[in-house]
Each structure stands twice: as structure tokens, then as C-alpha cells.
């Protein structure tokens, strides 16, 4: 990493810690401020934050891997998640899926190589009662079906 | 917008600030008492009191205390909070200011998951009309001395989260780890200070109770269960949606509200709650039968019982946040089982070590997740047996 | 007790501490319980684990540890409790009312038989080619509970590759089994922070900072993880094949120094109780392995005291005389383990390390020179070999500085597990061996070497000397029997003010050179403190980046593990504060015994600077040999 990509990181994580306070329980808000901007938490940041909040590194990662929102490697620009828990299984996630499998040419847990959408499954959005429900970000869609779902995705940036 | 929805508890008619205009005029003994009056149970799932759990942390001495909303809504088939906190954030946040009010806490912090974050802003700017209009902040509605103000802080995709010691963990920093219990929040909570930690609809269920009194609310339901529970129905039926039925209601008379026709089960209480098959239809929801948070999922005649038990199993894998033996092996173990029945390459004895097993993690994991994830296991092999072994192995996937 | 307060854990893994009574017979100060309906009384507070084994009922453990905050989470100890409708956990689980507690029900039994099935069917590999054979403590809990059939199946395969990147410690996580006192241990109980649990429900293992080899990150090789793990995960990086075979090879002249927390310990490998010193066995036993030579390190744990008294009295003169900018207050650096904390942590402070070498590396340094010459063998053929109660010396032996004989130093850093399996391995029962000496040149030490084994020995070392330079009086004049007491015990921090009054004695002739006398220290009180475990080290630390208190002392003694040497990471498993307690009690108790109790009074010392380090301490020749440097390593991760 470059002297300077650092220094704009340090600046980043100082400015953040300012935001939400010097002390362990601004860890989770600092992660998903750096998440937001970013779409991951690199190294350098992990351990910045780590120096801010006088804890250790791999407590630092340790609390991003516990959390599905969290990740430690770059992802696409947009991250698709499609629910998979019981009644949107049963109101045909599979067949959406399928499709957007299909249209993307990737399969679930990759990325496009334009790096434009990453996708991944989840567990219940909290949308039974309008499955197939899908996350776009942090947009959420329901009642996907596949067709609406190429809709839907021809219309990420 | 307001009141469209049909319910004479929860989603009977309420203006913002009532209950706080109400509270501040009256003594938090008066709180407490109209709370124990009305019988009122936590509405997430295990129907602790609310009011001997408020009576503690009032109880409690300290500098600081905190209310904490769980807004993590994740069990599977549950969405009722979503409708809370879109079209009623007026119940939920008055009802935390009551609290604030009745255990003489300055804090509140709505913990809402991560996948609902695309309600923060709304909430955010309700949370700052809220402001204005002095429901929140210093010296509440003229009250000297009462000051409460509301955060929000978001989660981030862990359904044990929901768990009320590990969302405090969450809330501090550290992975959504359960606490060992004693001692309880509401002695050692967020921050080892005394913390309350309510549902979404329990704040909600306050702020009626505290503009209608105590007793009015004890009239709905039954004795042990007291008002009226917001039912998220989702699954093989016409009209899914959240519905606002009184304690007491049996299973055949929600699915007839619903539309839900050839039903051959239903799971009352998501993945962690128990399958119900026809014969049982008659069951009442309350916490002296069919306990539930408000999940129903309905499924009909031609549903693979043990493809749904698959995705509850493999639900529990994912979400164990693994650190107690039983949940974090148990649960795989429980899968494997499954996978090797869907295979046609299991033993009936082996079947029963898992049955035994699961038996083990409902009493022996260190929290609620682990103490649940078997039920389904258990209902679903033990009132589905003739479908699921009775079929010359066809269970294929 | 070493102190547990200001754990900055996760509350999920904090004991609830509900202070007990100071005075039980208080109302409300004992509980009347019943444990497997049995009447008894605890005092208010006590865990349902405490409890068990005050009446002598056995619960049994697997993340529970006596040094380590509570965590709960193996489910091992959980008992009935009357009225819960769950099993608790009794390690977690304080007692505030009268419950009745069943230890032994069916559904007790019947879950800790889960427990173990489970974690057996995830633990990789197989007993009897295990290291840990006959000493993990889930093999025990399995053979306890008659767990012998693998109910829900055995994995075949390792699921993590094994870490062996580290000159100290091995990682094979398919062992592991997630009590996570290792993780308690690293940030707890040492603050390094290396290991932490990542991911979580199946996928959850201890990993490090983006599960980089140990040897990239900031790991200090303490060892303390090793030697609270259950299971076989954490092991040493053991080096005793190399050592075979140099000692099979007649060509090589194969020598050992053993150092006085190995010998206070080695017993419990043979069975023994905790707390007596084998120091004259071993000798005999390491001679029928088949070393040549057996030297004691204590020798130049008494020469330590010299180079770094000296090099302490030298700073306080240019200091105090000269006016000069030094690095005060000066830190031992026999700690492997704490030196590179330091070199981690607080790199802007390395200058206050002194440059003396530890006393295994002054030895290494001394034998492919001094005694090479002497014995008239090529230092070529000499293989040094270390036994010591530390891990971190693996490492310390392979930093690149410490090679001043023209060759590797120290060729092998062996700890006492090691050597007790060598001794094993040549059908020696170590207890029941003749004694016998060590071989000279180096036999005889003093006294000040052998607490070098103990928190607090290295000061109290110090001063024995320092004193006697300073006021030509005996120290037994002012410590009775001279044992410094006030530097002893094992609290976590400890710090001391010695006035050293008005009267001197005159410089004795190894310092002469250097100071002309003594009256710039008139009136000057010396301080100094001792902590153990890196935890307290840290404190100090930060006290002294903020100015505080410990920024004004002259002189502090850092080990890096809880109860210094004798509880280092090389030391028998297990580890507790009682076994530490009493292997203390054996160093001290050989101390007493010896005649000569002061390193300046060390003949061979003393004979060592007339012979060979002839410029004296802190001289040229010192300086090559037994002085080193250390490296600006900061605390960042590649």
C-alpha cells in the first residue's frame, strides 16, 4: 500500500473515531462507516482502528468475521443478497436464482469481473410475507420473480 | 396513513406523545403497577413479565442505566417489527421514553438490524420531530429533571444478535457472543450497568397500556396471556401479513382469517419454534400452549416436511455463533442427520442419538439459540414421521 | 494471588465477581446449599464449581482455567439446578440463594457424554500418536465418562493446516476445541493479542490477525497458550531429534546448561508433586543420555547481575555525575518473551533495555569461546545445547544478533517437557538417579543465579550486589538472611524504595576504572519494580509514557510470564497458581540452602573476569561477547 493510500486511511479512521467516540462500543459503528465507503475493511484500516481503540488487531477481525455484513476482502460495488430462509425458499428463490446466475454468468458467493455486483444468499430479511425478497445494498425488493429480477439488476450501476 | 390496520390493542387508535404526556404526570411506582396490572409478557419469543423486569432494573442502583430496544428482528417467517417501526414508530419510541421514565434511565438505544437499514433515516427524523416537539431530550414534556434521548445503532447481519446478552455484547464492540446468566441485564447490562432490553412490540404494548391503563389490556387474550400479539404469517395461505389477533386464538381459526387452505402444518414460533401438524390444529396461541414471538408459517399438502427442516437446520448452522459445544457441533450433527435421511443411509438408531442429542443442546447450550434449534428437529421427525420415513426412501432433494 | 482485576476481556467472558464477605459469619455471609442432597454452606458469591470442590465433589472442566477469567462455553461442568428448567454451567454460576444442585443426574451425565462425543467427533487425529497422550485433558473426560465409541462419527482428516512457522509454537488447530483459553490467555492474561476466535458457528476457529503464520505477527513466543490448552493444538517446536542426533554423532562434543526453573519442575513430569528441585539427578541423568558436559546456567545468571549492575551503576553516573541524556530507568532483558513485547509495543523505549545478554546467551557466547579454548575443542563441533523453562528462547537463540562467538550462540533452546520426554525416551526415572555435580568450568553458582527462577529474583539478585558495591556493608545487615523480601511474593506489580543512607564503602577493583567513588550517591534513594505477565508489564509501561510514578524509578525486572521462569511457556502442563507457588518455594528453599548466595561471590565469576574477560564489566571484550542489541520491530503486521 502507498505511503499515501495509508495516510488517508489514518486520516479516515482518526475522523471516524472522533465521530463515534474513543472506546470499544464505537468498534461496530466505525466498521460499517469504513464498510459503507470502502465495501470492506482492509488491513491497514483493521489495524488503525486497532491503534485508535487500544485493542489488538485480530480483535478487530475477529468481530468482522462474526458479522455476515462485514468482510475483510474487496467485493463488487454492489452487493446482491438474495433471502434464502424458508417461505422465500418456498415462494421459488430457487428459480430466481437460477436466473440471475444465468444473466450474471457467476454463481452465488462471487463477483462479476467488471466487479460491478457481488452476490451472495442471506438468511430472512424480514419479507415473508412478500418473498422471493432481495437485498440490493441496502434497498430491499420483494416479490422478485426471475424476470423482475433482470429488472431489477440491468438497473445497478 | 395512521390506523389502517385492523386491531382494538396495538393498532387501536394512539396520537404521538400520549403515553408520555401520560407518564410524566404520574409516579413510576404508578408505571410499575399499571404493568403488573396488565399482566403484560415480552413479546420476543420467551414472555418474561415486563413488569418484574422493570421492577428490577428500577430496583437496581446505579449512576447510569440504559433502555434498549431489540429491533433485530431475524427470526425466520417474523416481520411484525417491520411493520412497527414503518408505520408505528410513535408506539415504539414513547413506550421508550416510558422506560426511560419508570427505571430513571437517560439512555435509549434501538438496536435494529442490519437488513432493516433502509428505515434509518425515517426513524432518525422521527426520532428529531420527537425532539421538537420535546417527547425527547431535556426536561420531557415539562417534567424538571426527566431528560431521555433515543440512538439507533445498526447490526450487522447476525441473527443471534437477537439474543438480548449478545446484542449488549454487540452494542460494546465484541462478537455476538451470549453472556453467561446470572448475572442478568438487569443488573449487568450494556456497559455492566442495569439495562432493560424490550421487543419492538413491547415498548408498543406499553404506550397502550399507559394511556388505557393496566386492566383494560388484561382484558383481551386469556389469563396467562394477556392483550393482543401481532402475528407475522407468511407461507401457503391468501392474505400473508402481520395480523393483530388476541391471545387465545386457535391455529384453525388464524388459518381461516388468512386464506390458508389444504394446510398440512404449521411452524408457530419461526425456525426455532415447533411444527404443528393437522391434528393439533386446534392448539391456542398463547404462552400456556403454542408459545410463539409472532412467527407463523403456514404450509400446505404439498410440501417436503423434510426440505423444510433442512433449511431451518441449515439456518441454525449459519447463525450458532459457535462458541458452546452443543450449538456449534450439535447443530451440524442434527443437519448431517438430515442430509443422511434425504440419502436413504441412516439408522433408526442413530436417528434416536440425534433425538437424544437434541435433547442434550435444549439443555445444556449456553443460550437461547442453542436451546432451540432442536425443537424443530424434534417436532417436525416426531409429527411427520409417516411422511418422511413411510415413503421407501424417497426423499430426495 | 497474581491480580485479575482490570481484565479488559469481552463481559461474555468475565467471571461475575460478587465479592465475598470479608466476614462470613455475617447474616447473609454464607449460603446454606444442597448439593446432591447433601447440606452444606458456602460463602455468598462462591461458584457452584467452588462450591463442588470445597465439599470434595469432582465437576469436571475444560475451558475453565485458574488463572483465566470464566468463559462457559464448553458445557462440560454443567449441573441440575433445582427450579431451572436449563443445565448450568457451574463455572459461570455464583451462588446468592439457597439452591439445591444435583453434580451427577441422568440428564447431567447423559449431556457431558454429549459434550465430549462432539468434541471427539471434530478432534483430528489419533490418541496414541499424540504428544499429549496420557496428559489432554479431553482423553481424560473421555476415559472418565466411558466415551469410547465415537457416536457421532470421528473426522478423517485434518480440517487446518498445521502452523509451524514459529521457532517457539506450533498451531495444529484440528485439534482444537475451542475453550478459547489460549485466546484468554493472549489478551488477558499477557496482552499480546495475537489469538482471537474468527468466524463463527461452524466455521469458528482461533485464528491470528488475518490467520497470517504465527511468525508474522505479534506473537512474543511466551508460550503461556501452550500451557493452558487442553489438547495437543499448541505445542512447543520441539527440537530434541537435532539434539539426538548430535549427541549419537561422535564427532560432535554436545554440551547442556540447565537453568533453575527446569530443575524446580521437572519432578511433576515423573509423577511428583509440585515443588521440589532435582538439580543433582538431572546431572546425572543428562551424563547417562549422553552430554558431555553439564554446565549451570546459573553461572552466568551471576554474571548477568555483574554486566547489568555494573551497566545500571554506570548510567545512574553518567546520569547523575555527568549530566548526560541516558536511558533511565533501565530494564532487564533476560526475559526473551518481554524484550520482544517491547521491541513490539514500545519500540521508542529500547535503549532502556539493557544491553546485557540473558544468561543462556551469555553462556552460549562463553562456551564456543571460553571454554572452547580452554577444553581445546573446535567450536565447530561444540553443540550448545539450553534447557530451559521458556519457549520464547527457541526464538531468542535464532536472532541473528546473537552469534558474537563467530558461530550460532546457543544451538538448540529445549524446554523442560522436552528434556523430561528425552529422559523418558532413555528409560531414566529422573527421581530415583544419584546426584552428582555440575562440570567446571562453570560448576559451582551462587544463590542469586537460581532466583533468577522467580518474579522478583532478578532484583533481588541486583541488590544483593548492588548494595554490598555500594555500601560495603553485607546485605544480610539490612535483609535478614539476605532475602529481599519486599521485592518477593507474586502480586502482579510490586515496587520498592531502598535509601542507600550516607555511608560508602570503597569501589571494589572491577569498577575502578570507571567511578572514582561513591558520593554522588548520597542521599539518592534507589527504585525499582518488578511485574510479571506482559499485562503488568504494559502498566508500567503506560505509566511511564504518561510520567506517572514507575518514569522515576532506576531499575525495573520484567519477565514476560506469570510467576517469571518457573511459569514459563516450556514449564509442565499444567499451570496454576498454586504449582507456581510451590515450584517458588523450591527455588527459594535451594537458595537458603547454598553457601555462596551473592554473584560477585561467584569464584567462577570471578576467576572469569581474572582469565579471560580481563578488561572487566562492561569492558571491550564483554562487550563483544556478552552484550547485544535489539531491533525497532513496531506493531504493525505486513
Redesign the interface.
Known amino acids: 500500500m502507498l505511503v499515501l493510500e495509508k495516510n488517508n486511511i489514518t486520516e479516515e479512521i482518526e475522523q471516524l473515531v472522533r465521530k463515534h467516540g474513543k472506546s470499544r462500543s464505537s468498534l461496530l459503528p466505525i466498521l460499517q462507516d469504513v464498510q459503507r465507503k470502502h465495501k470492506y475493511i482492509p488491513d491497514f484500516a483493521q489495524q488503525e482502528i486497532a491503534r485508535l481503540l487500544d485493542i489488538h488487531p485480530v480483535e478487530v477481525y475477529s468481530v468482522i468475521s462474526f458479522y455476515a455484513f462485514l468482510n475483510t476482502k474487496p467485493k463488487g460495488r454492489n452487493i446482491v443478497r438474495l433471502c434464502k430462509t424458508i417461505t422465500c425458499d418456498l415462494a421459488g428463490k430457487d428459480n430466481v436464482a437460477k436466473m440471475i446466475e444465468r444473466e450474471l454468468g457467476i454463481k452465488f458467493g462471487e463477483t462479476t469481473k467488471d466487479n460491478r455486483i457481488t452476490l451472495e444468499y442471506v438468511n430472512c430479511l424480514g419479507m415473508c410475507d412478500q418473498g422471493p425478497a432481495l437485498l440490493v445494498n441496502e434497498r430491499v425488493y420483494s416479490k422478485v420473480t426471475p424476470e423482475k429480477a433482470i429488472k431489477i439488476l440491468n438497473e445497478i450501476k | 396513513m395512521k390506523n389502517k390496520r385492523e386491531g382494538k390493542v396495538i393498532f387501536s387508535p394512539y396520537e404521538r406523545g400520549d403515553a408520555v404526556k401520560k407518564v410524566v404526570a404520574i409516579s413510576r411506582e404508578d408505571v410499575l403497577f399499571e404493568l403488573r396490572e396488565s399482566i403484560l409478557k415480552g413479546r420476543g419469543g420467551a414472555g418474561f413479565p415486563t413488569a418484574t423486569k422493570w421492577t428490577l432494573v428500577s430496583a437496581a442502583i446505579s449512576d447510569e442505566k440504559f433502555v434498549v430496544c431489540n429491533a433485530d ?7 411484525k ?2 411493520i412497527l417501526l414503518l408505520e408505528y414508530p410513535e408506539l415504539i419510541f414513547d413506550g421508550m421514553v416510558v422506560a426511560g421514565y419508570t427505571i430513571g434511565a437517560k439512555k435509549g438505544i434501538v438496536y435494529l ?6 428505515m434509518l433515516k425515517s426513524l432518525e427524523d422521527y426520532l428529531g420531530e420527537m425532539r421538537k416537539d420535546n417527547l425527547l431530550g431535556e426536561n420531557i414534556c415539562g417534567k424538571i429533571g426527566f431528560n431521555f434521548d433515543i440512538t439507533i ?8 444478535c437477537g439474543e438480548e ?1 449478545a446484542l ?13 446468566r ?2 442478568y441485564p438487569v443488573n ?1 447490562g450494556y ?2 450497568k442495569p439495562t432493560t432490553v424490550n421487543n419492538v412490540e413491547t415498548f408498543a404494548a406499553v404506550s397502550h397500556i399507559i394511556t388505557k391503563g393496566g386492566s383494560w389490556f388484561a382484558k383481551f387474550g386469556t389469563d396467562k396471556s394477556t392483550g393482543a400479539k401481532l402475528f ?5 395461505c391468501e392474505k ?3 395480523y393483530e389477533l388476541p391471545w387465545g386464538t386457535t391455529i384453525n381459526e388464524l388459518l381461516e382469517i388468512v386464506g390458508a387452505k389444504n394446510t398440512k402444518a404449521v ?1 408457530v414460533g419461526g ?1 426455532s419454534g415447533i411444527c404443528i401438524p393437522k391434528s393439533q390444529f386446534n392448539r391456542k396461541l398463547g404462552y400456556e400452549d403454542a408459545a410463539t414471538g409472532g412467527s407463523i ?1 403456514i ?1 400446505n399438502e404439498s ?1 417436503n416436511m423434510l426440505h ?1 427442516l433442512k ?2 437446520m441449515e ?1 441454525f ?10 450449538c ?6 442434527l443437519l448431517e442427520g438430515i442430509e443422511m435421511i434425504e440419502n436413504n443411509n441412516y439408522t433408526f438408531s442413530y436417528l434416536n ?1 440425534l433425538k ?2 437434541g435433547k ?1 443442546m ?5 443460550c437461547g439459540l442453542g ?1 432451540s434449534s432442536p425443537n424443530a428437529f424434534l417436532s417436525i421427525l416426531e409429527n411427520f414421521k409417516d411422511e418422511i420415513f413411510n415413503n421407501g426412501g424417497n426423499n430426495g432433494k | 494471588m497474581e491480580s485479575r482485576s482490570n481484565f479488559r476481556t469481552p463481559v461474555s467472558q468475565q467471571a461475575h465477581v460478587i465479592e465475598k464477605p470479608k466476614d462470613t459469619s455475617t447474616i447473609g455471609g454464607m449460603v446454606a446449599i444442597e448439593i446432591n442432597e447433601k447440606k452444606v454452606s458456602v460463602p455468598f458469591g462462591t461458584t457452584i464449581l467452588e462450591a463442588c470442590k470445597m465439599n470434595g465433589i469432582s465437576v469436571p472442566t475444560l475451558c475453565h482455567h485458574e488463572d483465566l477469567c470464566v468463559a462457559g462455553v464448553c458445557r462440560i461442568c454443567v449441573v441440575e439446578v433445582e427450579g431451572m428448567k436449563t443445565l448450568q454451567a457451574s463455572c459461570a454460576f455464583p451462588i446468592t440463594n439457597p439452591i439445591k444442585i444435583k453434580t451427577s443426574s441422568p440428564m447431567v451425565r447423559k449431556a457431558r457424554r454429549h459434550v465430549i462425543d462432539l468434541l471427539l467427533s471434530e478432534h483430528y487425529g489419533e490418541c496414541y500418536s499424540c504428544f499429549r497422550n496420557g496428559k489432554c485433558e479431553l482423553q481424560n473426560l473421555a476415559k472418565e465418562y466411558g466415551v469410547d465409541n465415537y457416536t457421532f462419527g470421528h473426522v478423517t482428516k485434518p480440517r487446518y493446516e498445521i502452523d509451524n512457522s514459529s521457532y517457539s509454537v506450533i498451531r495444529d488447530m484440528s485439534k482444537c476445541i475451542l475453550c478459547k483459553r489460549c485466546v484468554r490467555t493472549c489478551i488477558d492474561l499477557q496482552e499480546v493479542g495475537v489469538l482471537e476466535a474468527v468466524n463463527r458457528g461452524h466455521e469458528t476457529k482461533i485464528s491470528t490477525f488475518l490467520d497470517k503464520p504465527l511468525l508474522d505477527v505479534i506473537c512474543i513466543n511466551c508460550g503461556q497458550c501452550i500451557n493452558r490448552c487442553p489438547t495437543a493444538a499448541l505445542r512447543a517446536n520441539d527440537p530434541s531429534d537435532e539434539i539426538w542426533a548430535a549427541i549419537d554423532d561422535p564427532t560432535k562434543h554436545v554440551v547442556i546448561q540447565t537453568a533453575p526453573s527446569p530443575r524446580a519442575a521437572i519432578c511433576e513430569e515423573f509423577g511428583m508433586e509440585p515443588g521440589h528441585s532435582l538439580t543433582k539427578e538431572l546431572n546425572t541423568a543428562l551424563r547417562r543420555i549422553g552430554f558431555d558436559k553439564v554446565f549451570d546456567t546459573n553461572t552466568t545468571a551471576d554474571l548477568t547481575i555483574i554486566e547489568e549492575g555494573t551497566e545500571l551503576i554506570l548510567r545512574l553516573y553518567k546520569a547523575i555525575v555527568k549530566k548526560e541524556s541516558v536511558a533511565l530507568p533501565q530494564f532487564t532483558s533476560c526475559s526473551p518473551g518481554w524484550v520482544k513485547f517491547l521491541e513490539h509495543y514500545y519500540p521508542e523505549y529500547i535503549d532502556n533495555l539493557s544491553s546485557a545478554k540473558s544468561p543462556q546467551q551469555m553462556f552460549g557466547a562463553l562456551i564456543k569461546t571460553f571454554y572452547a579454548k580452554k577444553a581445546g575443542i573446535d567450536p565447530e563441533n561444540i553443540v550448545s545445547v539450553a534447557v530451559m523453562p521458556c519457549s520464547a528462547k527457541k526464538f531468542e537463540c535464532n536472532r541473528p544478533e546473537m552469534n558474537s562467538s563467530g558461530y550460532k550462540d546457543v544451538d538448540y533452546g529445549l524446554t523442560t517437557r522436552e528434556l523430561a520426554r528425552m529422559i523418558k525416551e532413555a528409560g531414566i526415572n529422573l527421581p530415583e538417579m544419584p546426584k552428582s555435580d555440575f562440570d567446571s568450568p562453570f560448576g559451582e553458582a551462587s544463590g542469586a543465579g537460581l532466583i533468577f527462577g522467580a518474579t522478583g529474583g532478578v532484583m533481588e539478585a541486583a541488590i544483593r550486589t548492588v548494595y554490598e558495591f555500594i555500601t560495603g556493608n553485607k546485605i544480610e545487615d539490612a535483609f535478614e538472611k539476605a532475602e529481599v523480601k519486599p521485592v518477593r511474593g507474586f502480586e502482579g506489580i510490586r515496587y520498592v524504595e531502598l535509601p542507600l543512607g550516607e555511608k560508602f564503602g570503597p569501589v571494589p577493583d572491577i569498577l575502578k576504572h570507571f567511578i572514582p567513588n561513591w558520593d554522588w550517591l548520597k542521599g539518592v534513594t534507589l527504585k525499582v519494580a518488578v511485574a510479571h505477565g506482559t499485562a503488568n508489564a504494559k502498566k508500567i509501561m503506560d505509566d511511564i509514557k504518561a510520567g506517572g510514578k514507575f518514569s522515576e524509578c532506576h531499575f525495573i525486572e520484567f519477565m514476560a510470564c506469570p510467576g517469571g521462569c518457573l511459569g514459563g511457556g516450556g514449564q509442565p502442563i499444567p499451570t496454576t497458581p498454586e504449582i507456581r507457588k510451590k515450584r517458588a518455594e523450591a527455588i527459594y528453599a535451594e537458595d537458603e540452602s547454598l553457601e555462596i548466595r551473592k554473584a560477585h561471590e561467584n569464584p567462577n565469576v570471578v576467576k572469569l573476569y581474572e582469565e579471560f574477560l580481563t578488561d572487566g564489566p562492561c569492558g571491550h571484550i564483554s562487550h563483544k561477547l556478552l552484550h547485544t542489541h535489539y531491533t525497532k520491530r513496531g506493531r504493525y503486521i505486513a
Open positions: 428482528e431475524g427470526e425466520p417467517g417474523t416481520f417489527d417491520r438490524r442490519g437488513e432493516y437499514e433502509y445503532r445498526l447490526g450487522s447481519g447476525a441473527y443471534v446478552t449488549i455484547e454487540s452494542l460494546e464492540g465484541n462478537r455476538g457472543e451470549a453472556r453467561n446470572p448475572p449487568t456497559l455492566g407475522s404469517v407468511s407461507g401457503d400473508p401479513g402481520v411452524q425456525a408459517i404450509f410440501r423444510i433449511n431451518f439456518f448452522v449459519e447463525e450458532s455463533c459457535g462458541q458452546c459445544t452443543p456449534r457441533i450439535g447443530n451440524v450433527k442419538h437424544e442429542l442434550t435444549q439443555v445444556a447450550s449456553k436451546q
